[in-house]
């Protein structure tokens, strides 16, 4: 097995580039090392598509902020590769949150005829708001909340990047929260 070619003067010229706004430079950084980048990434995700999806947030990162890359730390390769680590172990822990969150839901429990009509009440609040919602917002929402399906599955179902299922989850979420603000009483 031989070695990498030594690519620390190239790479700083390239980081330069970057920093100026050359799309060709980000183009052969990527082709560079995107490879190794999304590599990282599945070696901690153990999914496709969730690599995938970080490698692509670790070159828009890099290309929003190509000065954070400093050479005296390290070469542009590690930075890269430790920014693909921290972003798939930060997705791998959001994902354990959401199940913990999941798994915490109180189960129902029988109560008395009042909780019962609070219940219908508070349902049909919720129904009203939901059905508020954009077709794209309440169609991710019932996918994932209802559906029990994770962002990467909504967003295969849905045939749209995970990062535009997350958004629309998250802005649903918002718009619900206002409009159920009232309910809580």
Same mark, same amino acid.
């Given at each position: 097995?031989?070695?990498?070619?030594?690519?620390?003067?190239?790479?700083?010229?390239?980081?330069?580039?970057v920093?100026?706004?050359?799309?060709?430079?980000?183009?052969?950084?990527?082709?560079?090392?995107?490879?190794?980048?999304?590599?990282m990434?599945?070696?901690?995700?153990?999914?496709?598509?969730?690599a995938?999806?970080t490698a692509?947030?670790?070159?828009?990162?890099?290309?929003?902020?190509p000065?954070?890359?400093?050479?005296?730390?390290?070469?542009?390769?590690?930075?890269?590769?430790?920014?693909?680590?921290?972003?798939?172990?930060?997705?791998?822990?959001s994902?354990q949150?959401?199940i913990?969150?999941?798994? $915490?839901?109180?189960?129902e429990?029988?109560?008395?005829?009042?909780?019962e009509?609070w219940?219908?009440?508070?349902?049909?609040?919720?129904?009203?708001?939901?059905?508020?919602?954009?077709d794209?917002e309440r169609?991710?929402?019932?996918?994932?909340y209802f559906?029990?399906?994770?962002?990467?599955?909504?967003?295969?179902?849905?045939?749209?990047?995970?990062g535009t299922? $997350?958004s629309?989850?998250?802005t649903?979420?918002?718009?619900?929260?206002?409009?159920?603000?009232?309910? $809580?009483?």
């Amino acid at each position: 097995m031989g070695t990498a070619p030594n690519n620390t003067h190239d790479d700083a010229a390239l980081v330069a580039r970057v920093v100026a706004g050359d799309h060709d430079a980000l183009e052969t950084v990527f082709q560079r090392y995107g490879g190794a980048v999304q590599s990282m990434a599945l070696r901690v995700l153990r999914h496709e598509t969730l690599a995938e999806d970080t490698a692509q947030d670790v070159f828009v990162r890099f290309w929003q902020a190509p000065e954070r890359f400093d050479a005296a730390r390290g070469t542009l390769r590690t930075y890269l590769l430790t920014l693909a680590h921290r972003r798939a172990v930060d997705a791998v822990r959001s994902e354990q949150a959401r199940i913990n969150r999941e798994e $915490k839901i109180p189960r129902e429990v029988p109560g008395s005829i009042d909780d019962e009509v609070w219940s219908r009440a508070v349902s049909d609040e919720v129904r009203r708001a939901v059905e508020s919602l954009s077709d794209g917002e309440r169609e991710a929402i019932e996918l994932a909340y209802f559906g029990h399906l994770t962002y990467v599955e909504v967003a295969e179902r849905l045939g749209l990047p995970e990062g535009t299922v $997350k958004s629309r989850i998250r802005t649903g979420m918002q718009r619900l929260s206002v409009a159920l603000a009232g309910a $809580k009483t």
